[in-house]
T-cell receptor
Framework: GQSLEQPSEVTAVEGAIVQINCTYQ??????LSWYQQHDGGAPTFLSY????GLEETGRFSSFLSRSDSYGYLLLQELQMKDSASYFC??????????FGQGTTLQVKP | EAQVTQNPRYLITVTGKKLTVTCSQN?????MSWYRQDPGLGLRQIYY???????DKGDVPEGYKVSRKEKRNFPLILESPSPNQTSLYFC?????????????FGNGTRLTVT
């Protein structure tokens, strides 16, 4: 089957760097995506990795290692507005999409 | 404005009373999907559709039905709701079903079944 594991909570201070890890187990790999969700609002797409390496989008970067079935989301220069839940997701065969349980990031002043 | 529209935002109903949550997108997306979100369980996929008249079960399809008669609409139907279906529901769409194709989510429907 397919499963993803992420830490349930992460705390960091404003201006710091934080890394949110995601390990996955899938039968067939089609890439890893990351989504952000504020307080029960609509999740929004952050990034996608299909190949090994780092993808950078402003203050956010995402990394993938297919050989380790592992990825992470890196948030730099943390701001209070980055306090949210972050989900990794993988596509299973035939269009099914599996999300991790989410990591709640709390940014403190 | 490109968006996914769900209705209603909030719904309180009683056990056994059939209900439909509507979902519509105006982006000509092929892929649409429904998720439920419960504390500590993340987003779990209920049903998805890769195109008109093509639907398939996600991880938690029991007690739900869907249909995709038109490309833009993907309603979620609860024929006989039960209290364990109390949850926050999200509809989402993407241009295609590749994982790199970003999902666009609706604003959610908070359902309470008493």
């Amino acid at each position: 089957g397919q499963s993803l594991e992420q830490p349930s909570e992460v705390t960091a201070v404003e201006g710091a760097i934080v890394q949110i890890n995601c390990t996955y187990q899938t039968s067939g790999f089609y890439g890893l995506s990351w989504y952000q969700q504020h307080d029960g609002g609509a999740p929004t797409f952050l990034s996608y990795n299909a190949l090994d390496g780092l993808e950078e989008t402003g203050r956010f970067s995402s990394f993938l290692s297919r050989s380790d079935s592992y990825g992470y989301l890196l948030l730099q220069e943390l701001q209070m507005k980055d306090s949210a839940s972050y989900f990794c997701a993988v596509r299973a065969p035939r269009g099914k999409l599996i999300f991790g349980q989410g990591t709640t990031l709390q940014v403190k002043p | 404005e490109a968006q996914v529209t769900q209705n209603p935002r909030y719904l309180i109903t009683v056990t056994g009373k059939k209900l439909t949550v509507t979902c519509s997108q105006n982006m000509n997306h092929e892929y649409m999907s429904w998720y439920r979100q419960d504390p500590g369980l993340g987003l779990r996929q209920i049903y998805y559709s890769m195109n008109v008249e093509v639907t398939d079960k996600g991880d938690v399809p029991e007690g739900y039905k869907v249909s995709r008669k038109e490309k833009r609409n993907f309603p979620l139907i609860l024929e006989s709701p039960s209290p364990n279906q109390t949850s926050l529901y999200f509809c989402a769409s993407s241009l295609e079903y590749r994982v790199g194709s970003p999902l666009h989510f609706g604003n959610g429907t908070r359902l309470t079944v008493t």
